[in-house]
């Protein structure tokens, strides 16, 4: 079946520490995106990606970083300078980046240690 | 940057009655689509309309969009415990910046057994 993963389900940070959230899709779809959802909040966007070796920026890239190596791989490295990463994140994946809907995997919880 | 707001943010109802949910945004769009979210998961794509259409059904869901009010309504008919979700409405912009989908903060509904 064709779809997103996303690992870990639940990931637990230490103060100053890197973690890498992982997000694979096997749709063979051009357009990932990352998103942080709060609890009783809509979704925000952080970076998304058209093509491979292409990112931008979102709403709230501070304290994020990507990578677009692969069509099927889009991780997330959520760094010490996000200071407030506690949240659920999700990726998503489209056909391409425009007005298409998009496929989402079942999300990580990020929380501090 | 959050331009739906869907209306009721909350909104209880008997197993076999409809629920109605509302989606406002305040810029021009290319479509509108509607999601549902279950409890700790991922978001799943249920339908999308176009701006040049008026309504759209599928299943149990009927979908209608008012461009010069700019709203739109999510329809459950014979709702069922299994539709307890929040649903979001995301609006694709058509003011150049197509590339993102625009999200509501969403409708929590509960159907009662």
């Known amino acids: 079946d064709g779809g997103i993963t996303q690992s870990p389900k639940y990931l637990f940070r230490k103060e100053g520490q890197n973690v890498t959230l992982s997000c694979e899709q096997n749709?063979?779809?051009?357009?990932m995106y990352w998103y942080r959802q709060d609890p009783g909040q809509g979704l925000r966007l952080i970076y998304y990606s058209q093509i491979v070796n292409d990112f931008q920026k979102g709403d709230i890239a501070e304290g994020y970083s990507v990578s677009r190596e692969k069509k099927e791989s889009f991780p997330l490295t959520v760094t010490s300078a996000q200071k407030n990463p506690t949240a659920f994140y999700l990726c998503?994946?489209?056909?391409?980046?425009?007005?298409?809907?998009?496929?989402f995997g079942d999300g990580t919880r990020l929380s501090i240690l | 940057s959050q331009q739906g707001e869907e209306d009721p943010q909350a909104l209880s109802i008997q197993e076999g009655e409809n629920a109605t949910m509302n989606c406002s945004y305040k810029t021009s769009i290319n479509n509108l689509q509607w999601y549902r979210q279950n409890s700790g998961r991922g978001l799943v794509h249920l339908i999308l309309i176009r701006s040049n259409e008026r309504e759209k059904h599928s299943g149990r869901l009927r979908v209608t969009l008012d461009t010069s009010k700019k709203s739109s309504s999510l329809l459950i008919t014979a709702s069922r415990a299994a539709d307890t979700a929040s649903y979001f409405c995301?609006?694709?912009?058509?003011?150049?910046?197509?590339?993102?989908?625009?999200w509501g903060l969403g409708t929590s509904l509960a159907v009662n057994p």
């Open positions: 995301a609006t694709a912009d058509n003011a150049g910046n197509n590339r993102k989908l625009i």
């Open positions: 749709l063979n779809h051009d357009a």
């Open positions: 998503a994946s489209s056909q391409t980046a425009l007005n298409q809907p998009q496929h």
